[in-house]
């Protein structure tokens, strides 16, 4: 009964009593924006700034980034460090077992091309794009956590332009 009487009062509150309109992607895509739960996949020493950027310093929290430990309750993926041949269908099943729409991150040198081990190892991946596709690409090595809040800034607002047709 106390939430029926406030109601009216919020209402008039907005100025000139006016109504809020939106579209329906306007909406969805600004609660999935801001609130992205992602899954880390640490493989090397950038894992150690990616943990950097959840601690308290930089504060992953503050964008609506929660971490999760299981993909089926993810919309982010993280991939950071150096992809071995050997790890890759990991990577593939768990990109596999996120919910659509889902997004991936590739975090550091050896993560987007291989870096140092690109001509000298067999064993490693040239790329993570290469398994899973990627939205945004964070050079460096390791990359600092500033690069990879900035990273998730704009995931965010091309998740923000998205259309709904665009999902499938």
Known sequence: MGAIKKLPIFFEKLPGGGVLTTTLDGVLNYSRACSMWYLLFGLACC?????????????????????????????????????????????????????????????GGCTITGGPFYYDSYSVCKGVDHIVPVDVYIPGCPPRPESLLEGCIKLQEKIKKQKLADWN
Request: proline fraction near 7%; hydrophobic fraction near 45%; charge should be positive.
């Open 47 to 107: 894992a150690v700034e990616l943990m950097c950027t959840g601690a308290s310093r930089y504060d992953f929290d503050r964008f609506g980034m929660i971490f999760r430990a299981s993909p089926r309750q993810s919309d982010l993926m993280i991939v950071a460090g150096t992809l071995t041949k050997k790890m890759a269908p990991r990577v593939k099943r768990l990109y596999d077992q996120m919910p659509e729409p889902k997004y991936v991150i590739a975090m």
